[in-house]
């Protein structure tokens, strides 16, 4: 029986279940979500969030700590370009540390692991914290105040509730980003939402990793007038600019789970909304689970480490708009490494991707 399948509380939980409800594709997918929202307790789902605004804060003073001084820095790439820094271990040594004690059950997957825990084959547990103590190293450790530190949980695959510590210029150096399922999206006590627009407003910010428009571009009606394009080198910091409506949209190419398990809920819960397209999936559709196999079979940690999907995010009009004329651009270089490819296999074992290239992709 999942974990809090014991605690079953009616409330917002329903509501939102019902709301799903209206808007899911196909009956047999419609009770799958019906039952684990069922599960899901929403005074539980209070809990989790207050403590995930606790320890986002305290993770956010950790980092506050470290910012603009020297710091021991190490690469996890042999090219030097997929930094983690003392401050990273430090945020999320605390943050498991404070997670374990307070829900002893509960899982925990950190973008900074031991080779141990990366190679895990342990099944995840129902409830899972995911965690980037520190999205946006490369900013940080050049003194770029540029980053988050994010938290999200999980309950089979659902985001369920987050909270992010952001930089900001107010009076205490930043703010927390929180929201539950069905609860809303707050700036500490401020509610938030997406920028409302029925296109995109080309004097408006958008957000684009960091090759956009090498390979790829807007096509159509949106040529052009797409938006102000702005980089800013961290996923999670860029979603929740996303959700407070500084950005109009955002693209991403490859995140991995870490970088955006509390992003994405944040832009839901301020009233946009997530398009994605899983492997092998060639049409874009809305996000709701983010491990949709795991209602057949619970993944590994292993499994869920090597997650990663492209994503669009916005406003309900928008962001359909953009993942829907968003169009790879022809390169004969491309298309003769495409074809050279399984030659260039047979002689040489292909390389694993670091974390700095698969952040850099675009969507196709």
Avoid at 22 to 31: L, V
Avoid at 57 to 84: C, N, W, Y
Avoid at 181 to 190: H, L, N, R, V
Avoid at 337 to 357: F, H, I, Q
Wanted: hydrophobic share 40%.
């Amino acid at each position: 029986m999942p974990e809090a399948a014991t605690r079953i509380i009616p409330g917002a939980a329903l509501k939102l279940a019902h709301a799903i409800l209206q808007t899911r594709r196909g009956e047999a997918k419609s009770s799958v979500v019906g039952c684990v929202l069922q599960l899901w307790d929403d005074a539980l789902a209070q809990e989790i969030e207050q403590h995930a605004v606790e320890i986002a804060r305290g993770a956010g003073r950790i980092l506050a700590g470290h910012f603009g001084k020297q710091i021991a820095v190490e690469f996890k790439d042999e090219h030097e370009r997929d930094p983690v820094t003392a401050a990273d271990k430090e945020a999320q040594a605390y943050l498991a540390a404070e997670i374990a004690e307070r829900f002893p059950d509960h899982g925990i997957l950190g973008e900074e692991g031991t080779k141990e825990e990366k190679e895990s084959e342990e099944p995840a547990k129902d409830i899972l914290w995911v965690l980037d103590p520190l999205d946006g190293t490369t900013n940080f450790m050049n003194g770029l105040p540029v980053y988050a530190s994010s938290i999200g949980i999980l309950y089979r695959g659902w985001p369920m509730a987050a909270a992010m510590y952001v930089p900001w210029p107010n009076p205490d150096g930043g703010f927390v980003l929180h929201c539950r399922k069905g609860g809303g999206c707050f700036a500490d006590d401020e509610a938030v939402s997406v920028y409302a627009s029925d296109e995109p407003v080309p004097s408006r910010l958008i957000g684009v990793p960091g090759y956009f428009g090498v390979g790829q571009g807007f096509t159509g009606k949106l040529a052009g007038k797409a938006g102000e394009v702005r980089t800013t080198g961290s996923i999670a910091y860029e979603l929740a600019m996303t959700a407070r409506g500084v950005l109009q949209y955002a693209m991403f190419g490859a995140p991995r789970l870490w970088d955006m398990a509390a992003g994405v809920l944040a832009v839901v819960e301020a009233g946009g909304t997530v398009m994605t397209r899983f492997r092998g999936e060639k049409r874009w559709h809305p996000m709701e689970c983010l491990v949709p196999s795991w209602e057949e079979k619970t993944p590994t940690m292993k499994e869920l480490r090597a997650w990663m999907a492209p994503l669009v995010v916005g406003n309900q009009k928008v962001a359909p708009m953009i993942a829907e004329n968003v169009k790879r651009r022809f390169s004969l270089s491309s298309q003769l490494r495409k074809l050279t490819r399984p030659l260039r296999r047979r002689k040489k074992k292909p390389e694993a991707k670091t974390e700095a290239e698969t952040k850099s992709e675009t969507p196709s």
